[in-house]
């Protein structure tokens, strides 16, 4: 085994960084990269990625790489959820030994010697996760509001990203074991999840983040920092929850067959593309 | 460290760091069982419930305890699968075999409520050969992973006490159940946080929602997890018993109130248009089966199929040991007869004297003829 067994993620003052965080770390001294996970509407930091915990570290490419699986609460709004986001990657990306890695390991296993970073750090997102993890991204700018250097080192994989919004009685109905919502639950789904308006197509939320991105990638001379928002980007043929279609600069988007927008994320036996697609974003 | 050490530590880190109960059990073991200590305080602790009833803070500290039965019972996993070595070092052993052989701890675990693994550890640590099938270490991964919130999830441990008979703030079991027939109800408490109350504690029928839903969503993960060790019948029925208590409950006392409750969930089709439903017939298909699943999964997992391998190899090895030392009470210079579970099987009252001795004289090597 490569990796350590799943455990609390805990940040410098012993306190989890998010709800139902845990963290696989790589048995080695100094790993190259991270994977962060993190879920989509009502997901789950563990739930939503099912085999992906234990079905990656069985993978050789994923041995230098520690795997982090982060959880937020859904129903704030997304740009709220991105501010904790920026915060948990500016540590990871920073100072990961002490903000992350060693106040999370068991005792007696090695700590992470205090300078060590990563060469290179892979978001691996579901749904809303890739609306948070693309607003998390644009807020990670000095006081200047120059991007800070260190997103050079980002990579996105999105997993059924809903950047270009969600049908909201669908994406309401997953709150009830994948039944469809109606209206009136609709609308009681609504205000409880503020995230809901952030999903509806054409939302001020969206408008914003596709253009606050195409600001980002036409900056003259970053081109470094802003390849991180190019993303690699996966939907499933039989997703009926997001809006498909191509998002800016993202790479061609992967069509998995015979995926739903919930099975798009979760290896098995019988569906390892999730697997393989991530394991070609890792660097 | 050892690597050994470093996985041992792993095991241990989550029941004693990422949740507390492991830990405080074991101080109280500690304090209870120094020498100044007064008698009978663990052993009133860890008693029966019909004995005299459980205060709400004794059952705080009990839940510690079956933290702590749980750790030893997941180092056994560990080496059943390959993670951990037959042979565990030293300083582990002496620890688990203080607080194992403690007589109130013992009682507790064997006669008062019956837990197999930590019995199976035992006999592990006094020598017994309980080598592994395989090397299933990718299986261990996954079984701890999908165990580690019945440690850390307050929303699953309502749930769980609630399953076990007790009530808290009021609500019970019952109550549960009927958050699962409204919609509105339903959406309510599945989406309440912690940070909603003034508290910081979650609502306990929230939280009772919550855990039955992520208890509904475990069986069949784990079912399939049960499958993949087919072939390997002590690992299999290990991991079984790790969570057995619970689909014992489930199996015995409200298995049915259970499979009402996920009909009460698809019967919320019903109240939809038949334009919605026309619409959405594929997730609405992928939502029955998915609800078929989980009912067939608690049903199986409430039979009690796998419980035989690990039961057989503890009441075996207890029988034996009891011939043993009865053997050794009478002088009897003869080899230890072979036992089987067929050949305790008229001993299921507990082995008497006459009877074992009549075992000695006659020793049964296979079941008996009435159950071939």
Same mark, same amino acid.
Request: overall charge neutral.
């Given at each position: 085994?490569?990796?350590?067994?799943?455990?609390?993620?805990?940040?410098?003052?012993?306190?989890?960084?998010?709800?139902?965080?845990?963290?696989?770390?790589?048995?080695?001294?100094?790993?190259?990269?991270?994977?962060?996970?993190?879920?989509?509407?009502?997901?789950?930091?563990?739930?939503?990625?099912?085999?992906?915990?234990?079905?990656?570290?069985?993978?050789?490419?994923?041995?230098?790489?520690?795997?982090?699986?982060?959880?937020?609460?859904?129903?704030?709004?997304?740009?709220?959820?991105?501010?904790?986001?920026?915060?948990?990657?500016?540590?990871?990306?920073?100072?990961?030994?002490?903000?992350?890695?060693?106040?999370?390991?068991?005792?007696?296993?090695?700590?992470?010697?205090?300078?060590?970073?990563?060469?290179?750090?892979?978001?691996?997102?579901?749904?809303?996760?890739?609306?948070?993890?693309?607003?998390?991204?644009?807020?990670?700018?000095?006081?200047?509001?120059?991007?800070?250097?260190?997103?050079?080192?980002?990579?996105?994989?999105?997993?059924?990203?809903?950047?270009?919004?969600?049908?909201?009685?669908?994406?309401?109905?997953?709150?009830?074991?994948?039944?469809?919502?109606?209206?009136?639950?609709?609308?009681?789904?609504?205000?409880?999840?503020?995230?809901?308006?952030?999903?509806?197509?054409?939302?001020?939320?969206?408008?914003?983040?596709?253009?606050?991105?195409?600001?980002?990638?036409?900056?003259?001379?970053?081109?470094?920092?802003?390849?991180?928002?190019?993303?690699?980007?996966?939907?499933?043929?039989?997703?009926?929850?997001?809006?498909?279609?191509?998002?800016?600069?993202?790479?061609?988007?992967?069509?998995?067959?015979?995926?739903?927008?919930?099975?798009?994320?979760?290896?098995?036996?019988?569906?390892?593309?999730?697997?393989?697609?991530?394991?070609?974003?890792?660097? | 460290?050892?690597?050994?050490?470093?996985?041992? !530590?792993?095991?241990?880190?989550?029941?004693?760091?990422?949740?507390?109960?492991?830990?405080?059990?074991?101080?109280?073991?500690?304090?209870?069982?120094?020498?100044?200590?007064?008698?009978?305080?663990?052993?009133?602790?860890?008693?029966?419930?019909?004995?005299?009833?459980?205060?709400?803070?004794?059952?705080?500290?009990?839940?510690?305890?079956?933290?702590?039965?749980?750790?030893?019972?997941?180092?056994?996993?560990?080496?059943?699968?390959?993670?951990?070595?037959?042979?565990?070092?030293?300083?582990?052993?002496?620890?688990?075999?203080?607080?194992?052989?403690?007589?109130?701890?013992?009682?507790?675990?064997?006669?008062?409520?019956?837990?197999? =693994?930590?019995?199976?550890?035992?006999?592990?640590?006094?020598?017994?050969?309980?080598?592994?099938?395989?090397?299933?270490?990718?299986?261990?991964?996954?079984?701890?992973?999908?165990?580690?919130?019945?440690?850390?999830?307050?929303?699953?441990?309502?749930?769980?006490?609630?399953?076990?008979?007790?009530?808290?703030?009021?609500?019970?079991?019952?109550?549960?159940?009927?958050?699962?027939?409204?919609?509105?109800?339903?959406?309510?408490?599945?989406?309440?946080?912690?940070?909603?109350?003034?508290? /910081?504690?979650?609502?306990?029928?929230?939280?009772?929602?919550?855990?039955?839903?992520?208890?509904?969503?475990?069986?069949?993960?784990?079912?399939?997890?049960?499958?993949?060790?087919?072939?390997?019948?002590?690992?299999?029925?290990? =991991?079984?018993?790790?969570?057995?208590?619970?689909?014992?409950?489930?199996?015995?006392?409200? /298995?049915?109130?259970?499979?009402?409750?996920?009909? !009460?969930?698809?019967?919320?089709?019903?109240?939809?248009?038949?334009?919605?439903?026309?619409?959405?017939?594929?997730?609405?298909?992928?939502?029955?089966?998915?609800?078929?699943?989980?009912?067939?999964?608690?049903?199986? =997992?409430?039979?009690?199929?796998?419980?035989?391998?690990?039961?057989?190899?503890?009441?075996? !090895?207890?029988?034996?040991?009891? =011939?043993?030392?009865?053997?050794?009470?009478?002088?009897?210079?003869?080899?230890?007869?072979?036992?089987?579970?067929?050949?305790?099987?008229?001993?299921?009252?507990?082995?008497?004297?006459?009877?074992?001795?009549?075992?000695?004289?006659?020793?049964?090597?296979?079941?008996?003829?009435?159950?071939?």
């Amino acid at each position: 085994m490569n990796h350590t067994l799943p455990m609390v993620m805990r940040n410098a003052a012993g306190q989890p960084w998010s709800a139902e965080g845990r963290s696989r770390f790589a048995l080695t001294e100094a790993p190259k990269g991270v994977v962060i996970f993190i879920h989509g509407f009502r997901g789950n930091a563990l739930d939503t990625w099912i085999d992906f915990p234990q079905r990656l570290p069985r993978e050789q490419k994923a041995s230098g790489y520690d795997l982090l699986f982060y959880g937020y609460d859904t129903r704030e709004a997304a740009t709220i959820s991105a501010v904790a986001f920026r915060n948990f990657l500016t540590a990871v990306a920073e100072k990961p030994a002490a903000q992350v890695v060693n106040s999370s390991l068991p005792k007696g296993l090695t700590p992470r010697a205090t300078k060590f970073k990563y060469q290179h750090i892979v978001i691996a997102a579901h749904s809303l996760g890739a609306v948070v993890s693309r607003l998390a991204l644009l807020q990670c700018v000095n006081t200047k509001r120059v991007p800070l250097e260190w997103l050079s080192r980002v990579r996105l994989a999105l997993f059924a990203p809903a950047h270009s919004g969600a049908l909201a009685a669908n994406i309401a109905s997953l709150l009830l074991f994948g039944l469809p919502a109606g209206k009136v639950l609709g609308a009681v789904a609504s205000r409880i999840y503020r995230s809901i308006y952030d999903l509806t197509p054409a939302s001020l939320t969206l408008t914003s983040l596709e253009r606050d991105t195409q600001k980002r990638l036409e900056v003259p001379g970053a081109a470094a920092v802003s390849r991180c928002h190019r993303a690699w980007v996966a939907h499933g043929s039989k997703d009926w929850v997001v809006i498909i279609n191509q998002f800016l600069e993202d790479y061609q988007i992967r069509r998995m067959s015979g995926a739903t927008h919930l099975t798009v994320c979760k290896p098995t036996d019988e569906h390892l593309e999730p697997l393989q697609f991530l394991l070609e974003v890792m660097p | 460290m050892t690597l050994v050490d470093q996985r041992l !530590a792993q095991i241990r880190h989550a029941y004693f760091t990422d949740a507390q109960g492991a830990a405080d059990a074991l101080q109280v073991f500690r304090k209870a069982t120094q020498r100044k200590a007064p008698r009978r305080k663990l052993s009133r602790l860890l008693r029966h419930h019909d004995d005299s009833p459980i205060n709400d803070s004794e059952t705080w500290i009990r839940d510690g305890f079956d933290s702590l039965l749980a750790y030893f019972s997941m180092v056994e996993i560990g080496c059943l699968s390959g993670f951990l070595p037959n042979e565990l070092p030293s300083s582990y052993q002496a620890l688990a075999r203080r607080v194992l052989l403690h007589p109130d701890v013992r009682a507790y675990y064997r006669d008062n409520y019956p837990l197999y =693994l930590p019995q199976l550890h035992l006999l592990r640590l006094e020598g017994h050969a309980l080598s592994r099938e395989r090397d299933t270490m990718f299986l261990f991964d996954s079984f701890f992973e999908l165990s580690l919130p019945f440690e850390t999830s307050s929303a699953v441990e309502t749930f769980l006490w609630f399953l076990d008979g007790g009530a808290r703030d009021g609500f019970d079991f019952e109550d549960t159940i009927d958050a699962l027939r409204s919609p509105n109800e339903f959406l309510k408490h599945s989406s309440a946080r912690a940070e909603d109350s003034s508290d /910081g504690e979650m609502e306990v029928l929230s939280a009772s929602v919550q855990g039955f839903l992520h208890f509904v969503e475990f069986a069949p993960r784990l079912l399939t997890l049960l499958r993949e060790c087919s072939g390997l019948p002590l690992l299999q029925s290990a =991991l079984w018993h790790f969570h057995g208590y619970w689909f014992g409950q489930m199996g015995t006392r409200i /298995g049915a109130d259970v499979r009402n409750a996920l009909e !009460a969930i698809g019967s919320w089709e019903s109240t939809l248009s038949s334009a919605v439903k026309r619409e959405s017939a594929e997730r609405l298909h992928a939502g029955r089966l998915a609800r078929r699943e989980q009912e067939t999964a608690l049903e199986y =997992l409430s039979s009690g199929r796998f419980s035989y391998p690990v039961i057989e190899k503890v009441l075996v !090895a207890n029988a034996a040991l009891s =011939l043993r030392i009865l053997q050794e009470e009478l002088a009897i210079e003869q080899d230890t007869p072979s036992i089987t579970l067929g050949s305790i099987h008229e001993l299921a009252v507990g082995p008497t004297k006459g009877a074992l001795i009549s075992l000695i004289k006659a020793p049964v090597k296979g079941r008996s003829e009435s159950e071939k």
